[in-house]
Each structure stands twice: as structure tokens, then as C-alpha cells.
């Protein structure tokens, strides 16, 4: 399937809202592909892609995951959005054609982050956070920040994710928690 052709198929499933989004992070993550030397189309289709499952709601969510095997745990529960990234690696796969596991690994984490991501991980998930259509405090100094150090850009956006989580006193998925605390690692050395 061609880029012009998930796009048209994703423009069907999506909210108007959530297609500009997507387009929004596609083009993001081909940008930030570029500059810091990431296969640019690969980013285009998993910025596009990111959120194929995002509006899958209710026990189709935990339906989809007993299916496809994706772990549901009590956070998840909790918070099932959060499972949209599992979700979207397998809508990429079996709507889209997707066969790159680079490209899955990248949607599957989005949400979360985890530990040791690789750097089409990492574009697609600070692409997320700073597309074009998000408008909160901070969020000009971390798009600059992810053109300069990709990482830095990362650690600041998981603890502006992990203090609003904390505020909003719901769970902290732990793999965001392995995510910073893998990123803070490996910038010591």
C-alpha cells in the first residue's frame, strides 16, 4: 500500500481532528528523520500510522487484544488508551500492510515510550508530543529542543507527562518510568 493510499483509508476511520493530527506528525517525523539521519519515509508511515487505532474504543479495545496476545494489565485497565499503540502495530500490520518492525516497534510505543528505544522510536514518539496542532506551555522550546538533541527533547517531555499524570493521580505506566530512566542512563556516560 502507498503513503496516498493509507492515507485516504486512515481519512475514513479517523475523526477530522485526529487525521489532521496524524498528518501533522507524519510530516513532523519526516523532518525530524532527516536531521537526525533516520529513514525519512519510514517515519512519514508510522507518523501517519501512530494513531490508526486511537479511536477504538470500549471492549473492542480488550477484544483486539485478547486476539492479537497484547498483555492487559491493571493499568491498562485502568487506562485503556493507553493500549492504542499495541493496538495500532496491529492495525498497521493487517490493514495497512505494514511489514517493517521498525515501523511497528515505533507505533507500538508511542503512547508510553519504553526502555532502550531506537531512534525511529524515539522520532515517533517526541513527533506525538510536538506536532504542529499541540498548543500547551513548554511545547515551542521542546520542538526546538528535538532538532538539536533528540534525547534531551525526550527526558523533558516524559517529565512534563509524568507530572501530569501524577496531577491528574492516575497510574504512571512503568514504561514511561524506563523510559526516562534508560534515556538519563545512557546520557551519563
Given at each position: 500500500m502507498t503513503i496516498?493510499?493509507?492515507?485516504g483509508k486512515l481519512e475514513e476511520v479517523l475523526s477530522s481532528k485526529r487525521?489532521?493530527?496524524?498528518?501533522?506528525?507524519?510530516?513532523?517525523?519526516?523532518?525530524l528523520a532527516e536531521r537526525h539521519g533516520e529513514d525519512r519515509?519510514?517515519?512519514a508511515i508510522a507518523g501517519l500510522l501512530h494513531d490508526c487505532a486511537?479511536?477504538?474504543?470500549?471492549q473492542a479495545v480488550f477484544d483486539l487484544c485478547e486476539k492479537y496476545h497484547i498483555n492487559v494489565d491493571y493499568i491498562t485497565l485502568a487506562q485503556p488508551e493507553l493500549l492504542h499503540g499495541p493496538i495500532g502495530a496491529v492495525v498497521a500490520a493487517r490493514d495497512y500492510g505494514v511489514e517493517?518492525?521498525?515501523?511497528?516497534?515505533?507505533?507500538e510505543c508511542h503512547?508510553?515510550?519504553?526502555?532502550?528505544?531506537?531512534?525511529?522510536d524515539k522520532?515517533?514518539?517526541?513527533?506525538?508530543?510536538?506536532?504542529?496542532?499541540?498548543k500547551f506551555p513548554g511545547v515551542d522550546e521542546v520542538r526546538e529542543l528535538a532538532y538539536r538533541d533528540l534525547d534531551r527533547s525526550i527526558l523533558v517531555s516524559l517529565d512534563n507527562t509524568?507530572?501530569?499524570?501524577?496531577?491528574?493521580?492516575?497510574?504512571?505506566?512503568?514504561?514511561?518510568?524506563?523510559?526516562r530512566n534508560f534515556i538519563i542512563k545512557e546520557n551519563m556516560r
Open positions: 496516498n493510499e493509507m492515507k487525521f489532521k493530527h496524524s498528518l501533522g506528525v507524519m510530516d513532523t517525523a519526516a523532518s519515509e519510514k517515519a486511537r479511536e477504538i474504543k470500549g517493517d518492525k521498525d515501523i511497528l516497534s515505533a507505533i503512547t508510553t515510550g519504553r526502555e532502550n528505544m531506537t531512534l525511529l522520532i515517533i514518539f517526541i513527533a506525538d508530543y510536538i506536532e504542529p496542532g499541540r509524568i507530572r501530569y499524570v501524577m496531577d491528574k493521580g492516575v497510574f504512571i505506566h512503568p514504561d514511561t518510568i524506563f523510559a
